[in-house]
């Protein structure tokens, strides 16, 4: 159980470096100019960005949640181990939503930034 956390662990960390520019991509990076001010900035720009951080924040929460039922399960018995198992469960089904919402905003961004060219 002990290489199961270190590997859980270790995974986390490695999708927390690499994938996390995933979440950041930039829809619409051409429409968006570089100034600070609120006026030269495209809306749609603005809420794909916000739309990219919520969800990324959402799926680090959720490999928490991945990690902690793996923790669970490598300090208990059975009865904790029950426990793990569907902390573990619901952390990979709210991971799957959270990407799979993430690919629905980006298509319907992607479409509505692309729509009015």
């Known amino acids: 159980m002990k290489k ?10 490695s999708f927390i470096t690499f994938a996390m520019p995933v979440f950041a991509l930039d829809v619409g990076s051409n429409f ?3 100034d600070i001010a609120l006026g030269n900035q495209d809306p749609r720009g603005m809420v794909a ?15 928490i949640i ?6 669970m399960g490598a300090t208990g018995g059975e009865d904790k181990a029950a426990t793990a198992k569907k ?9 799957i939503i959270i990407l799979s919402a993430w690919g629905i905003a ?5 479409n509505l930034i692309n729509a009015t060219q």
């Open 49 to 63: 960005k916000i739309i990219n951080i919520l969800l990324g924040f959402l799926a680090v929460i959720a490999l």
């Open 32 to 34: 968006i100019s570089n």
């Open 106 to 110: 980006r298509f319907v961004l992607e």
């Open 66 to 71: 991945i990690i902690l039922g793996v923790v």
């Open 4 to 13: 199961l956390l270190i590997f859980a662990i270790l995974a986390t960390l």
């Open 87 to 95: 902390v573990m469960i619901a952390g990979v089904i709210g991971l």
